[in-house]
Every structure is written in C-alpha cells, then in structure tokens.
C-alpha cells in the first residue's frame, strides 16, 4: 500500500552507490556530434570519458507521477576550445520540470527554450537550479577539476536528444586566453 521502502542507497559529492543503481559512460566517441570542432574531436581518444551518470530508477520508465534520481560527473577537458559537457536534452514530453543541484567543481548550465532563447546559470557545490517545462539544459565543465552534480526528474519526461543533435544549442562555452567566454551560434 506504501510502495517499496527505498534501498539503501547513499550518495555523496562524487557517486550514487547501493544496488540497484545504474551507471551510464558517455565518450568522446559518442559525443563527437556536440562539439563545435569536429576535427578536433576525430583526433582524440575515442574511448576517453566525458561524463558518467549513476542513477537510480525506482519505477518503470514513463510511469506517470513517479521520479528518477542520478548524480553526473563530467571530467574536466576540452574539445578543441570548446569544454567537455553533458549531450543536453528537451524533455520528449515537454511540460516535465527537472532539479540540478552542484555537488562538487565549477561549471555553467546552458538553458533554452524552443525558441532558441538561452541564458546560463553557474553550477557549483550548493547552488540549486530548477528547470522548467519546454526548457532544454545542458552542464558544462569550465574548471580544472572534476564536475559533479545531483539530479530529479520525472519518470516520464523522456530525454529528446534528436533536436539537439540536428540544430545544437545557440551558445557555447569556449576557453580563450585561459578564459571562459559564451559564443553565440
Ligand atoms: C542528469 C539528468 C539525466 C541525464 C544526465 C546526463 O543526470 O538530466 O536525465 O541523462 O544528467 O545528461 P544528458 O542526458 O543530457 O547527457
Ligand atoms: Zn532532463
């Protein structure tokens, strides 16, 4: 009647352990598509790590109502000037909000409406980010050390990558001159 009591499941600023947690690798292999300097990336170690997600799915994916928890640690790194970062995504349903919170380093989240509007938010240790409906966001990693944060969202937003991948975010995190500087597309 109550549902299943949670799992003994922990998390700190770096992981998400416990049993039934499920862990997702992203390399530069399957990113190649986000950055900006294709043949930067074609150089590098396809099998070098970007980012990593632990997640815990306590229901069915698309189950009305319920949630989904992870914690993602995007390396520190670049492809060519451009920072290593989450894919990014809408939500396949639109209208579902997500939280991110910083757990640990120093990055921007990219946020942008279906109207290719975006603004950016600083993510570090502590700071808390609501992300409404219709709102497509991406997480990168501007410092030189590892950058972890939190996660919840609802079992049933779906991750659009499509979109994403056709038309990209209208801007960019670069390094110049040892620098991070915003580029418009
Ligand atoms: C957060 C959540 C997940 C997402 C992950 C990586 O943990 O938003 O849903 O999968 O970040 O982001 P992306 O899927 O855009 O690569
Ligand atoms: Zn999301």
Same mark, same amino acid.
């Given at each position: 009647?109550?549902?299943?009591?949670?799992?003994?499941?922990?998390?700190?600023?770096?992981?998400?352990?416990?049993?039934?947690?499920?862990?997702?690798?992203?390399?530069?292999?399957?990113?190649?598509?986000?950055?900006?300097?294709?043949?930067?990336?074609?150089?590098?170690?396809?099998?070098?790590?970007?980012?990593?997600?632990d997640?815990?799915?306590?229901?069915?994916?698309?189950?009305?109502?319920?949630?989904?928890?992870?914690?993602?640690?995007?390396?520190?790194?670049?492809?060519?000037?451009?920072?290593?970062?989450?894919?990014?995504h809408?939500?396949?349903?639109?209208?579902?909000?997500?939280f991110?919170?910083?757990?640990?380093?120093?990055?921007?989240?990219?946020?942008?409406?279906?109207?290719?509007?975006?603004?950016?938010?600083?993510?570090?240790?502590?700071?808390?980010?609501?992300?409404?409906?219709?709102? &497509?966001?991406?997480?990168?990693?501007?410092?030189?050390?590892?950058?972890?944060?939190?996660?919840?969202?609802?079992?049933?937003?779906g991750?659009?990558? &499509?979109?994403?991948?056709?038309?990209?975010?209208?801007?960019?995190?670069?390094?110049?001159?040892?620098?991070?500087?915003?580029?418009?597309?």
């Amino acid at each position: 009647k109550y549902g299943n009591p949670t799992p003994e499941i922990v998390f700190d600023a770096k992981n998400l352990s416990g049993k039934p947690i499920e862990k997702i690798e992203r390399k530069i292999m399957d990113l190649n598509m986000i950055f900006k300097d294709k043949g930067a990336s074609e150089t590098m170690d396809q099998n070098q790590i970007v980012y990593e997600v632990d997640c815990y799915f306590p229901v069915e994916n698309d189950t009305e109502g319920g949630l989904f928890f992870g914690i993602t640690r995007i390396k520190p790194g670049k492809v060519g000037d451009e920072y290593f970062m989450t894919k990014g995504h809408f939500h396949s349903n639109r209208d579902r909000g997500e939280f991110y919170w910083g757990l640990e380093g120093e990055g921007q989240l990219l946020l942008m409406d279906e109207k290719r509007r975006a603004r950016t938010e600083v993510i570090k240790k502590g700071s808390v980010h609501y992300i409404p409906g219709y709102i &497509a966001h991406r997480v990168v990693n501007t410092g030189d050390t590892e950058l972890s944060f939190g996660a919840c969202w609802p079992s049933d937003a779906g991750h659009d990558y &499509a979109s994403i991948e056709e038309k990209g975010f209208s801007i960019r995190i670069v390094q110049k001159n040892g620098e991070q500087h915003i580029i418009k597309e």
